[in-house]
């Protein structure tokens, strides 16, 4: 829809632009939320930058790896038209699901170099990974990526689109994950906001999320998705994800159930 501005002078990519929007953002809401959850800012901010660098490369890491078929036949192009497969492999492609888990490992090892339990910077950092994500989803509108079907009704057409097909209306799939995600922020600020619950935030976010994906998954018209049996990639992984958030919940809360009568007993 606006794939690029012009700043004195100067084109800049508006999916760019936007993206720096959601990492400022959600360092925003990084640096003002942690003491009022009790945790250090300082961890909090240096946390979330190496879950930055993490989700960069998990995104690339697995776009890459469902490419590969398609990269090893554009090899050539190395040769031929470089800046072609620059676009392409290089600034171009990113999958989600990839730059989650590349964040929990990236937040992970941070933790660990700080000496602090990420499970407990959870309640301050996956409301921010939502927050970052919702925005980036606009980006994703305006630069015409992750389009939707074709939708003679509620569709929004393209006119410089250098992704999506111009002049067709697309369901714009784009700002209803950024508005779903935005919903999934707030319910995250106020399922942390009693310290019982903080525990389960990135379960949660995972059943929240999973779900969404899953279904808007349906309405995607992009290609490059991957499709296995009927389903996209990302409908593949958000289907283990929310059976493993759900076999993680049940077992979290047999032994919530299991601690007073084991209590009780250790009483008598």
């Known amino acids: 829809m606006l794939p690029q501005i012009e700043w004195f002078g100067r084109i800049i990519p508006t999916y760019g632009l936007l993206a720096a929007a959601a990492a400022a953002a959600a360092l925003c809401w990084i640096f003002f939320r942690s003491p009022a959850l009790g945790l250090s800012r300082e961890n909090s901010v240096y946390i979330a930058a ?43 492609g990113m999958v989600f699901y990839g730059g989650l888990l590349g964040a929990l490992l990236g937040m992970r090892w941070a933790a660990g170099q700080y000496r602090v339990r990420l499970r407990d910077y ?33 569709g929004i057409a393209f006119s ?21 995600e935005g919903l ?36 995607r018209g992009d290609v490059a998705r991957g499709i296995w049996l009927g389903l996209s990639t990302s409908q593949w992984i958000s289907g283990v994800v929310m059976a493993g958030a759900l076999f993680w919940a049940a077992g979290r809360l047999r032994q919530a159930k299991q601690q007073p009568q084991n209590e009780k007993t250790e009483k008598s």
Request: proline residues 8%; charged residues 10%; contains cysteine.
């Open 160 to 180: 410089v689109s250098p992704v999506a097909p111009n002049g067709i209306k697309l369901l714009p799939v784009q700002l209803i994950e950024a508005a779903a």
């Open 184 to 219: 999934i922020f707030l319910a995250l600020v106020w399922f942390t906001a009693k310290p019982a619950r903080r525990p389960y935030t990135l379960c949660t976010y995972l059943l929240l999320y999973a779900p969404v994906r899953f279904c808007l998954e349906f309405w």
């Open 50 to 92: 190496f879950g930055g660098v993490g989700a960069l490369l998990g995104a690339k890491a697995l776009y890459l790896l469902l490419a590969l078929p398609e990269l090893w036949r554009d090899l050539p192009l190395l040769r031929t038209a470089p800046q072609a497969f620059w676009a392409r492999y290089v600034t171009g």
């Open 122 to 154: 959870c309640s301050v950092l996956i409301p921010a990974v939502a927050l970052a994500h919702g925005i980036a989803r606009i980006g994703c509108f305006c630069a015409g990526c992750c389009y939707g079907v074709e939708n003679a009704r509620f």
